[in-house]
């Protein structure tokens, strides 16, 4: 059995009526051993309290928990507030996002944060102690543009302070091996873990192209498209579980797995790769 560390990713329930079973899968994520468990973060502060109870919760379990914050259009004494109020229920390590600016006409603050370094260096002077993680795109940011902006956006953030990296989803190996020796070539030195994201839907697929910009992967849509769920669900798990095991067996310092609040599917990717 591989001993390659693996990590999960959750959000914060959207209603009451969600939070038990996000618990329980936290309850099952966490028994399998992870180093940590990321969870997501509403723009402007939206989902505040809710993140800062799910990450109680995930420290209550001995597990680390790491909290997403984003910063774009925020000002830097809102953000020294928010890092703040995590601080203060415990939570020490971070991923630090831009994130998106808000939505509409909205006038921003004067001091208005506007990139992930900005954030890392409040992190690295504000924080105690924590890590700093901080995002990577191996197919390159919607913004990137063809000198691959993105990297030197990475390695901005590790100038300021990051530790390590978390990809955006992708859906080959070589876009993961291929990215980090870029990344390498131009001065990152940071470990790049892969974001793996099971999809097992037609429709969750074109959300994720949708919001990512990544290139549809024919096979992989192809096998989504049949109309049976459970072959459907058996693509998406075989897919993902082909992806991890082929990143281990190539080096990959780590495996962060986007679990969207139940535990099965991304259990049994990790099951099929011989991670647990």
Known sequence: MATVPFSFEVYPPRSPDAAPALFEAIDKLSALGPRFISVTFGAGGSDTKNSIDVL???????????????CAGTSRSSVESLIDAFQAAGVRDFLALRGDLPAGEVELPVD?????AELVAILRSRSTGGSVAVAAFPNGHPESGSQ????????????????????????YASDYFNFVDLARSRGVTIPILPG?????????????????????PAELAEQLAVPDSKQRVEAGIAWAADLVAQLVAG????????????HERVTEVLRRANLI
């Open 56 to 70: 109680g919760y995930i420290l209550k379990k001995k597990i680390g928990a790491l909290a997403h914050l984003t």
């Open 196 to 216: 793996i994201m099971p999809l097992t839907s037609a429709s969750r697929l074109e959300r994720v192209l949708e919001l990512t910009g990544e290139t549809r």
């Open 112 to 116: 208005s944060l506007n990139t992930a």
């Open 148 to 171: 691959r902006a993105d990297i030197d956006a990475l390695l901005a953030k590790e100038q300021a302070g990051a530790d390590y990296a978390i990809t955006q989803l992708f859906f």
């Open 251 to 262: 080096g990959a310092p780590g495996i962060h797995l986007y679990a969207f609040n139940e």
